[in-house]
C-alpha cells in the first residue's frame, strides 16, 4: 500500500462544519481539519499504535515507494562516486 493524494468532495453538514472549524479559526485551512479529523478517528478506533511503530510503517511504505520508482525509471540511482561528483564532495 502506497501512501498518496486523496480527493474528498463534501458538501451539506460535513461541508458547513469545515466552513465553521476554518473561520472559527481553529484550523487554517479545510485539509487541515481533515487531516486532524483522520487522526482523531484512528485514536478512537484504536488504530493508532506507538509512536515507533507508526514510523516504522512510513518508512517502510516510503522505502516501497522509491523502489518502485526506481524499477518504473522514474527515480535516479547514482553510485558513490557519482554522488560526491556531482555535489563537489571529496
Known sequence: MILGETLVRL???QELIL???TKAGFF???SEAIRAGILGLGKE???LKSLKEIEDELVVKKMLKISNEIKAGKRKVLSEADVKKEYGFK
Request: glycine content about 8%.
Open 19 to 21: 466552513e465553521k472549524l
Open 45 to 47: 478506533y484504536q488504530v
Open 11 to 13: 458538501e451539506g453538514v
Open 28 to 30: 487554517k485551512t479545510k
